[in-house]
Each structure stands twice: as structure tokens, then as C-alpha cells.
């Protein structure tokens, strides 16, 4: 079973998980769900969207989901901004 709050239910299995100070957490998330599903259980940001709707290989579409997806959940947020600076240095819109 996943980790539920408001909307979104995590069915991605976490296969391992280690604190590594106060303020780090490292996990790791077996996707077993298909882009589509992910995807409907994300509240993405019409930035976000925009940006899904660029990537046609479906692996790296799983990929770029399933971060967006494992950082909900590790945030406990149902939605996660992720931007990019001019370098494609990924950062959060939030400043968390």
C-alpha cells in the first residue's frame, strides 16, 4: 500500500530508505506504474505540463514523472515545481 494525502495515492514500492542527517533522506522507489498513472496522480503546474508534453521517449517521460512523483511524496506535497537554471541545473520553484 502507498502513502496517501489529499489526492494522491504512492504505489511505488520503496525498496530502501536511510536518514543521513537531520535535514537529508535518501530513498529509493521501485515505478511500477505506467506514465499515464503517474501522471494522473500529479498536480502539475502548467510549466510542468508544458514540459511533459516535450519529452516523447517514454522511458525518460516515466523518469521525469517518477522524480516529480517520489519528491511528492518525500515532500508531502501534491505539487512539486522543479525548474532549471540556464546551465540545466535543476532546482525547486519553491526554494525548499
Given at each position: 500500500?502507498?502513502?496517501?494525502?489529499?489526492?494522491?495515492v504512492?504505489?511505488?514500492?520503496?525498496?530502501?530508505?536511510?536518514t543521513?542527517?537531520?535535514?537529508?533522506?535518501?530513498?529509493?522507489?521501485?515505478?511500477?506504474?505506467?506514465?499515464?498513472?503517474?501522471?494522473?496522480?500529479?498536480?502539475?503546474?502548467?510549466?510542468?505540463?508544458?514540459?511533459?508534453?516535450?519529452?516523447?521517449?517514454?522511458?525518460?517521460?516515466?523518469?521525469?514523472?517518477?522524480?516529480?512523483?517520489?519528491?511528492?511524496?518525500?515532500?508531502?506535497t501534491?505539487?512539486?515545481?522543479?525548474?532549471y537554471?540556464?546551465?540545466?541545473?535543476?532546482?525547486?520553484?519553491?526554494?525548499?
Amino acid at each position: 500500500m502507498g502513502y496517501c494525502y489529499p489526492h494522491v495515492v504512492l504505489l511505488m514500492p520503496v525498496i530502501f530508505s536511510r536518514t543521513i542527517n537531520p535535514g537529508t533522506s535518501l530513498s529509493v522507489w521501485h515505478a511500477t506504474e505506467d506514465a499515464g498513472s503517474l501522471h494522473r496522480m500529479l498536480d502539475l503546474d502548467p510549466e510542468d505540463e508544458r514540459l511533459l508534453a516535450t519529452i516523447s521517449n517514454q522511458t525518460r517521460k516515466l523518469q521525469w514523472l517518477g522524480c516529480r512523483m517520489a519528491l511528492s511524496h518525500l515532500m508531502q506535497t501534491p505539487r512539486i515545481g522543479i525548474r532549471y537554471d540556464p546551465f540545466g541545473k535543476p532546482f525547486l520553484a519553491s526554494g525548499q
